[in-house]
Nanobody, 122 residues
Framework: QVQLVESGGGLVQAGGSLRLSCAAS????????MGWFRQAPGKEREFVAA????????SYADSVKGRFTISGDNAKKTVYLQMNSLKPEDTAVYSC???????????????WGQGTQVTVSS
């Protein structure tokens, strides 16, 4: 069983930045990939970014490419999401997940965090 704890959400003005963190425990649990998804009110959950713990390959949704950066610390089993040039449409609950592969498909992700709210004001 893996527990995920996210932090770093909050309220920011458009154009601002936030950095989300997600720590997985126990650290000894084998993890192949960690990802971020988001869900806005009344909308479907959508993929944001993911990173492999083997080789550090990454994947991004087109809507965040060039603005968001995902990174990880394998020793700490922690993944980060640096979000720059935030837009009001980025407002959502952001959840991290751990899974078997870097993919925008949510189904290979086996464990999910509770989520952290990100609100971008215009």
């Amino acid at each position: 069983q893996v527990q995920l704890v996210e932090s770093g959400g909050g309220l920011v003005q458009a154009g601002g930045s936030l950095r989300l963190s997600c720590a997985a425990s126990p650290r000894t649990f084998p993890i192949n990939a960690m990802g971020w998804f988001r869900q806005a009110p009344g909308k479907e959950r959508e993929f944001v970014a993911a990173i492999s713990t083997i080789g550090s390959s990454t994947s991004y949704a087109d809507s965040v490419k060039g603005r968001f950066t995902i990174s990880g610390d394998n020793a700490k089993k922690t993944v980060y999401l640096q979000m720059n040039s935030l837009k009001p449409e980025d407002t959502a609950v952001y959840s991290c997940a751990v899974g078997r592969a870097v993919t925008p498909d949510p189904y290979p992700y086996d464990y999910w965090g509770q989520g952290t709210q990100v609100t971008v004001s215009s």
